[in-house]
């Protein structure tokens, strides 16, 4: 059984930056995708980044340039690290590994508050 398990979250100042961790664990297969969705109160479920195995990155237009996202293949680990942090990134934020079938784990989802 696959968990999918995300760490790192907090309240941080505008300005700021937080590094996000996640590990998809119990899998003996590999992942075509892994990355992180974010959802604020009151709004729908919005891609954040992805990066394929082979280290292909995707960044929605809200986050790039301030957003680095990368992965240990070999760990099934995936990082995003947050700069520049701002009250709109205020969200829960939600890990996802996809196989390569489609099917897609998530994980329970890390607080990220961006506030003075």
């Known amino acids: 059984q696959v968990h999918v398990v995300e760490s790192g979250g907090g309240l941080v100042q505008p300005g700021g930056s937080l590094r996000l961790s996640c590990a998809a664990s119990g899998s003996s297969f590999s992942f075509v995708a892994m990355g992180w969705y974010r959802q604020a109160s009151g709004e729908q479920r919005e891609l954040v980044a992805l990066?394929?195995?082979?280290?292909?990155?995707t960044y929605a237009d809200s986050v790039k340039g301030r957003f680095t996202i990368s992965r240990d293949n070999a760990e099934n680990t995936v990082y995003l690290q947050m700069n520049s942090l701002k009250p709109e990134d205020t969200a829960d934020y939600y890990c996802?590994?996809?196989?390569?079938?489609?099917?897609?784990?998530w994980g329970q989802g890390t607080q990220v508050t961006v506030s003075s």
């Open positions: 990066i394929t195995s082979s280290g292909n990155p």
């Open positions: 996802l590994a996809r196989r390569g079938t489609g099917y897609t784990y």
